[in-house]
Structure formats: structure tokens, C-alpha cells
């Protein structure tokens, strides 16, 4: 270790120096600490350049994201407060202390006297109300539910910070590649304007080639000065989800775009997909509102048991109360209720249909537009690139030859600038279409 080759090796009883003077080695040692502390710290920033290198893969990235998503962990504690609330649906109500003085004189000689009046009396009791068994068990289904739904929306939300993390991922990979491409023909176009200054010096050539060397390098850098915002800009995006020191750090390889994902069947199982589920969850939580309120025909009791305390001339007293709802007129309050409930369940259930079939036209469209995206990107590589390489080749052949001119070198590298871009932007297009459709349901295993 570095930290063994710092410090020199010490007998016991003898400084490093070879003397025993106590003063002379206790300050020895000191300078011995102070210098390993100053190799640790040495090393230290060593070590988070060498973590902050690590590659930022895609997956890491959209975990990072899922982890820091504030939607994501606002939803998954609206799941954990609906499921602590179906425990108490459940139960029965916390029973009620009475305490309280009744048929207190208000005049006459014995007003406000306690003990005076015969009626009069000190009350201490409880009371307990008991709602329906099927009751309360709706209720608790009815929270129950709710936590389904919340849990199908909060595997909606993860959905959607992970493709967006996922398209801020592959924005900021290609914007890198097109600066990379970008630097390479600002190197070329150096090599040519040095090429053409030293051909005008010779008088080979003319001054307007040296101009229009010059004036091609000044407009590479201005893309340059592009592609450079581009990549700031997708950083900034991409740290937005993963934090800044992740989206310091270099990418990763990106995934095999020019596959699908997942089969085209798994991709069209709209039924599956949470954007449905949720829809469903819904309904599902208005069924049991509507049961619940069926229910509320069937009335409810309570009882209350209660001590009365009377004056030392008179008997104590006890009571027993049992209290009973009456549902009065079922047809104007409670039915309606229960048809109300209906309603709301219908239309939910209606607006599934109306859910699906939009998702349904998204996937296809989707899926459409990665098939486009996949061949217009194969025809790039395997023919317009190559054909701009090609003709680069011809242009620069010529003019060494001298039956060119520097211009058809120019517009030939410009033509060929313009085909590696525009292939970066085709892949872009290409890897969003797959991200998106990666992300239409979360990897087994995640939720």
C-alpha cells in the first residue's frame, strides 16, 4: 500500500531517526501522523474521481431516477396511508363518556342547588354506537381498494420517470456523439485550411481557397458551439432525475435499440398496462362506494349506560338508552345514493373503454414510428453515409490532382457533416421510440 511506502518503519523504544531522546521521538511521530494524513487526503480525492468515472448505465440511471422521484414517493405513501386506513373501517367506533348535571332548579328558593330537588342529578356513563357488520366491512374494502388503485398509479408514475429519464439519457449519449463528430471535421478542416495556406504560399493555389478554408473551419465551430449547448442542455435534463454528480459522470453503451423491447403481443396487451389498470382500480373503488351505500338502508343502533347521582335523601339511579336509526324515506335519500354511486361506476367504467382505445392507438403509433425510424437509420449507415464518404474521397482525389477545386472539398465534407448528423438524430428519434415502448410496464420483479 502507498500508505505502508509513506511511513518509515519504527522499533519499539526508538524513534525512525535510530534515537531514544522521549521529547526528540514524540515529536517525531507527530510529524509522522501529520504526513499520513496528508497521503489519506491525497487519496480521497483520488477515489471519488475514480467513482465519478464509473459509467452511468441506462438501468442505473432509471433506478436513480424511480429512487429521487418525489411523485413516485408521494404516491407510494397515499398506498400506505389507504391501507392503515382499512384497519380502522373496520372497527367498531371509540366508545363516548357522558358526564353532565340534569333537571338543575333555575329559580325559586332551591335554584342551582344540587341537592336540593329530588330530579335532580349528577349523570356518568357511556356510550357506544354499532354500526352493521356488512358495514364496516364495506368500508374496509372500499380503503382497500383505494390502495390497489393508488399502488396501479404508482406503478403509472414510475412508468413515466423512467421513460423520461431514459429519453434524457439517450438525448445526452447522442448530443456527446455529435460533438464528437463535430470535432472531427473542425480537426479535417484544420488539416485542409493548413493545407491550402501552405499551397497559397507556394503559389499553387489561391487566396479565395485559403478564405474559403478559413470560412469553413469558423462555421464548424459555430456548430460546434451547437452541439455543445445540446449536451449541456440534455445534462441539465438528465440531472433534473438522477441528480448532478450522476449526470457528471461518463455513459455507459446503450442498449440494442433495433429490437423491440418486448413482442409486439406483450406490447399490444393493452389490458395490461397501468394506464388501464388504473381505470379499472377505479371503477372498482365506486363499486364498493356503491354497495356501501346500499347498505345504508339497513339502520344502525347504539346504546348508552349511564350512573346518576342524586342528593344524600335520595336513591341513586341507573339507566340504559338503546337508540336505533330509523331510516325514515329510503326512496328520497339512501336509493338515490346508491343510484348516484351507480352512475359514477358506469361512467368510470366507460371511460375504460375510451382509455384503452387511446393507449391502444399510442402503442401502434408508437411502434409504427420505430419501425420508420429503424429503416431510415439502416438506409443512413449503409448507403448515404458511405455515399458521402465516397464522394468526400472523389472531391479531395481531384484536387490533388488538380482537376478540383477546394470548394467541391468543402461542400463534400458539409454533405458528409450533415448525413452523420442527421443519422444522430435519426437514432435519437429511434431510441426514444424504444425507450418509450420499454417502458409501457414496469421489468418483472419492479413495481
Keep these: 500500500m502507498q500508505f505502508r511506502k509513506a511511513l518509515p518503519r519504527v522499533r519499539a523504544g526508538q524513534c525512525s531517526d535510530g534515537s531514544r531522546a522521549p521529547g526528540r521521538c514524540v515529536g517525531h511521530l507527530a510529524r509522522l501522523a501529520i504526513r499520513a494524513l496528508a497521503v489519506l ?54 366508545p363516548k363518556l357522558i358526564l353532565g348535571v340534569e333537571n338543575v332548579p333555575a329559580d325559586g328558593p332551591d335554584r342551582w342547588s344540587l341537592s336540593a330537588e329530588p330530579m335532580t342529578m349528577t349523570r356518568i356513563g357511556v356510550m357506544q354506537e354499532f354500526p ?33 429519464t431514459a429519453t434524457a439519457w439517450f438525448a445526452l449519449h447522442y448530443a456527446r456523439r455529435a460533438e464528437r463528430v463535430v470535432a472531427r471535421q473542425i480537426a479535417e478542416a484544420e488539416l485542409q485550411r493548413t493545407a491550402a495556406e501552405a499551397a497559397y504560399r507556394g503559389g ?52 440494442e435499440t433495433d429490437m423491440l423491447p418486448r413482442s409486439a403481443a406483450a406490447l399490444t396487451d393493452i389490458d395490461g398496462q397501468p394506464e388501464v ?25 347504539s346504546a348508552e ?38 352512475r359514477e361506476r358506469d361512467a368510470a367504467r366507460e371511460m375504460r373503454e375510451d382509455t384503452r382505445r387511446m393507449r391502444e392507438s399510442e402503442v401502434r403509433q408508437m411502434m409504427a414510428e420505430w419501425a420508420a425510424m429503424r429503416s431510415q437509420a ?25 482537376a478540383g477545386s477546394l470548394a467541391m472539398v468543402l461542400d463534400a465534407r458539409r454533405a458528409e457533416l450533415e448525413s ?16 418509450w415502448l420499454a417502458n409501457v410496464t414496469l421489468p418483472s420483479g419492479q413495481s
Design 378 to 402: 439502416a438506409r443512413l449507415r449503409q448507403e448515404i453515409i458511405p455515399l458521402a464518404g465516397t464522394r468526400v474521397e472523389s472531391a479531395l482525389a481531384s484536387y490533388r490532382g488538380g
Design 204 to 255: 499553387r493555389g489561391g487566396q479565395n481557397e485559403v478564405l474559403a478554408a478559413q470560412g469553413a473551419v469558423l462555421e464548424l465551430r459555430n456548430r460546434q458551439v451547437e452541439a455543445e449547448l445540446a449536451s449541456e442542455r440534455a445534462r441539465i435534463l438528465l440531472a433534473r432525475y438522477v441528480g448532478a454528480g450522476a449526470a457528471d459522470r461518463p455513459l455507459g453503451d446503450p442498449p
Design 420 to 435: 452523420e448528423l442527421m443519422l444522430l438524430s435519426t437514432e435519437l428519434a429511434l431510441a426514444r421510440a424504444w425507450a
Design 305 to 342: 349506560l349511564s350512573y346518576a347521582i342524586r342528593g344524600s335523601a335520595y336513591a341513586n339511579m341507573v339507566s340504559l338508552m338503546v337508540r336505533v336509526d330509523l331510516p325514515w324515506s329510503p326512496g328520497t335519500r339512501q336509493d338515490r345514493e346508491y343510484a348516484a354511486r351507480l
Design 41 to 94: 487526503a491525497a487519496a480521497v480525492p483520488t477515489f471519488a474521481v475514480a467513482q465519478s468515472g464509473v459509467p452511468l448505465m441506462l438501468a442505473e440511471a432509471q433506478r436513480l431516477a424511480a429512487d429521487r422521484s418525489a411523485q413516485v414517493a408521494s404516491q407510494r405513501s397515499m398506498v400506505a396511508a389507504a391501507r392503515e386506513m382499512a384497519i380502522p373501517a373496520g372497527e367498531l367506533p371509540d
Design 132 to 164: 352493521r357488520g356488512a358495514k364496516r366491512e364495506l368500508r374496509a374494502e372500499r380503503a382497500r381498494r383505494d390502495a390497489d388503485r393508488g399502488s396501479v398509479a404508482t406503478e403509472a408514475a414510475t412508468l413515466a420517470v423512467r421513460r423520461e
Design 277 to 301: 389498470r388504473v381505470v379499472d382500480a377505479q371503477a372498482a373503488v365506486l363499486d364498493a362506494e356503491a354497495e356501501l351505500a346500499r347498505a345504508g338502508r339497513l339502520p344502525d343502533w
